[in-house]
């Protein structure tokens, strides 16, 4: 059980909302929601969720202790998603959390959230600035070594087995094993539409290969029929007809 969850008491209200916006500006709510639809989608045929915004309530009998990570993923755990996560029902806490910062919220980023990551055993923290205010680079990555958090210099993410690249405004996500990008969902209708249109394209082609063959199986059936009528009004062909 994690360190700072301790056992069920009594009964007690544990909200799911607290009526807060979700994300500071459209660019923070779009790298949030691409990233946990993106992860979503990776880990589909995994046991595990990725759950978005959601209350993360991790000392039971104390519905104020919680935090609301932007993007958590949790492994081991019944699919689906939750109207909130408590670490001592479900007996496991995140093994990555994603935060999309800005310079209003970096120093509970940076240290309250930080702290109480480390302390739950959170294996990796990513920090992610979209508009790039206070992180040059955009995007940050702490994992957990000897109980202490190090920051990530290969900008990979082991429990993801992913390797994570800054794209403009959004974190690109590319397969360890294959090197092929997780597609977000613009890039993945685009995608399908190039699919559809491909195949349509090939079945098309198809239907005219087929009406072409077709159109030559007739003309030497006529052939085959005009030296028919030949034979039975001239006789057998000459050998070099």
Not at 39 to 67: E, I, W
Not at 90 to 107: A, D, K, L, N
Not at 160 to 175: N, S, T
Not at 187 to 198: D, V
Request: with cysteine.
């Amino acid at each position: 059980m994690p360190k700072n969850a301790i056992a069920p008491t009594d009964t007690i209200f544990y909200p799911s909302s607290d009526g807060e916006p979700v994300a500071e500006s459209y660019d923070h709510l779009y790298a949030l929601l691409t990233t946990l639809e993106v992860l979503k989608q990776y880990l589909s045929d995994r046991r595990a969720t990725v759950l978005g915004n959601q209350f993360m309530y991790y000392a039971c009998g104390f519905p104020k202790l919680r935090v609301a990570p932007d993007v958590m993923v949790i492994f081991d755990v019944e699919l689906g998603g939750r109207d909130n996560y408590k670490i001592w029902e479900e007996g496991q806490t995140p093994q990555v959390i994603f935060e999309m910062t800005s310079p209003g919220t970096r120093e509970e980023d940076i240290t309250r959230k930080k702290d109480l990551y480390q302390n739950l055993d959170v294996l990796e923290y990513w920090l992610f600035d979209p508009k790039g205010e206070w992180i040059e680079e955009k995007l940050r990555g702490y994992r957990l070594q000897g109980g202490t958090y190090i920051p990530i210099t290969d900008s990979r993410s082991q429990p993801l087995q992913l390797r994570l690249q800054v794209e403009d405004k959004l974190i690109g996500f590319y397969r360890e094993d294959t090197g092929e990008k997780l597609l977000v969902p613009e890039e993945l209708s685009a995608a399908l539409k190039n699919e559809n249109r491909q195949r349509m394209e090939a079945e098309e082609q198809v239907r005219i290969e087929r009406e072409r063959a077709e159109l030559e199986r007739k003309r030497a059936e006529a052939i085959e029929a005009q030296l028919a009528r030949y034979r039975e009004q001239f006789g057998d062909l000459p050998n070099n007809f």
